[in-house]
């Protein structure tokens, strides 16, 4: 993969990372529930491929955000 592409990648899932992390910690702080946040972090593509058809871009991690 060319370097563009890659650098491209890793700076979309820095600023996620970044921005999910303060996202998490807000949500966390301001709920009063005491057991553990269910969370689902997806990945999707929303590229407009036009009359093209294909198969897309879905990546999906669940787990548990322990208090």
């Keep these: ?5 890659r650098d491209d990648i890793r700076r979309l899932l820095k ?17 009063a529930f005491t057991g553990p946040l269910r ?4 990945l999707e ?9 294909g198969e897309r871009l879905h990546f999906e991690v669940e ?3 322990r208090r």
């Design 45 to 53: 593509d929303l590229t407009d491929y036009g009359a093209t058809s």
């Design 15 to 31: 600023t996620f990372g970044v921005g999910a992390d303060e996202a998490l910690i807000r949500h966390l702080a301001r709920s």
């Design 39 to 42: 969370v689902r972090l997806v």
């Design 1 to 5: 993969m060319d370097s563009p592409a």
């Design 63 to 65: 787990g548990e955000v």
